[in-house]
């Protein structure tokens, strides 16, 4: 049979775990948001670049 201060302990890393895969999720999500909005930018820009240089 578990102590109280046993299972208090388990309950206390597991929840950790979850928390500290969330963060990584999220800044993975992040860091994918980053690449795509950085990527589009510069698209527009290289298009506002050569729409200039066409005028």
């Known amino acids: 049979m578990k102590t ?3 299972k208090g302990q388990r309950i206390f ?3 950790w775990y979850f928390y ?3 963060i990584v ?3 993975e ?3 994918i948001l ?3 909005i950085s990527e589009i ?3 527009s820009i290289l298009v ?3 729409f200039n240089e066409e005028i």
Do not use: H, M, P, Q
């Open 4 to 6: 109280n201060n046993e």
């Open 25 to 27: 999720v999220i800044a």
């Open 41 to 43: 930018l510069t698209e």
């Open 29 to 31: 999500f992040i860091d």
């Open 20 to 22: 500290l895969y969330e």
């Open 34 to 36: 980053d690449k795509l």
């Open 48 to 50: 506002s670049f050569s």
């Open 13 to 15: 890393f597991i929840y």
